[in-house]
């Protein structure tokens, strides 16, 4: 099994900072991409922002380009969410992907696509 933890989030006021943790545990063979994304009210969920493990390659939705900053430790199978200079617009739910693969004791390897929890981002004007 995969375990997918979000820390992180809470209520800041506008031009404030927040950072988001999200560490992947369990039986994880190779993780691909740790990502984030978020959820407004009433809204879809749309991409934050997304790292690939192997390589340096980050993208970046353009509303926070230049204000958040993903990072990761592939040691820990964790992901990191800077976010600067925070706007009321900013405020929604904000969720980890972790995508990867396991592999059983045959070697037989199985995709996994797993969220957090969630966590709560609120930015007060």
């Known amino acids: 099994q995969v375990h997918v933890m979000e820390s992180g989030g809470g209520l800041v006021q506008a031009g404030g900072s927040l950072r988001l943790s999200c560490a992947a545990s369990?039986?994880?063979?190779?993780?691909?991409?740790m990502g984030w994304y978020r959820q407004a009210p009433g809204k879809e969920r749309e991409l934050v922002a997304t790292?690939?493990?192997?390589?340096?390659?980050?993208n970046y939705a353009d509303s926070v380009k230049g204000r958040f900053t993903i990072s990761k430790d592939n040691a820990k199978n964790t992901v990191y969410l800077q976010m600067n200079s925070l706007k009321p617009e900013d405020t929604a739910a904000y969720y980890c992907l972790t995508t990867g693969y396991t592999r059983d004791k045959n070697g037989a390897m199985e995709r996994f696509d797993h969220w957090g929890q969630g966590s709560q981002v609120t930015v007060s004007s």
């Open positions: 790292t690939f493990t192997a390589t340096s390659n980050i």
């Open positions: 369990g039986n994880i063979f190779k993780i691909i991409l």
